[in-house]
């Protein structure tokens, strides 16, 4: 059974940093992306960063220079730091891994709360 286990949210203020982590296990197929959606108030979920294929890294316009997606491949764990981090950046941020066969898995997300 595959399960995404994310970790990091929390309550930050304003120009802070918070740093998530997500681990997948049971996954027994090949890895196409594993990354990090996010879901803001009163809009719809969002690409933050992903790592395709081990090799590139799509960022969300928002997150470039502010946020930094890494992996550490043999343990299917993808981290996202987060600095400068603003009001707008308040919501519920998801990990996702989608398979080569073109299967997704998501986390259950976790709160990201920026405030002073």
């Known amino acids: 059974q595959v399960q995404l286990v994310e970790s990091g949210g929390g309550l930050v203020q304003p120009g802070g940093s918070l740093r998530l982590a997500c681990g997948a296990v049971g996954i027994v197929a090949r890895i196409y992306a594993m990354g990090w959606y996010r879901q803001t108030p009163g809009k719809q979920r969002e690409l933050v960063a992903r790592?395709?294929?081990?090799?590139?890294?799509n960022y969300a316009d928002f997150a470039v220079g502010r946020f930094t997606i890494s992996g550490d491949n043999a343990k299917n764990t993808v981290y996202l730091q987060m600095n400068s981090l603003t009001t707008e950046d308040t919501g519920v941020y998801y990990c996702n891994v989608l398979l080569a066969v073109g299967r997704a898995y998501w986390g259950q997300g976790t709160q990201v709360t920026v405030s002073s």
């Open positions: 790592i395709i294929n081990n090799a590139s890294i």
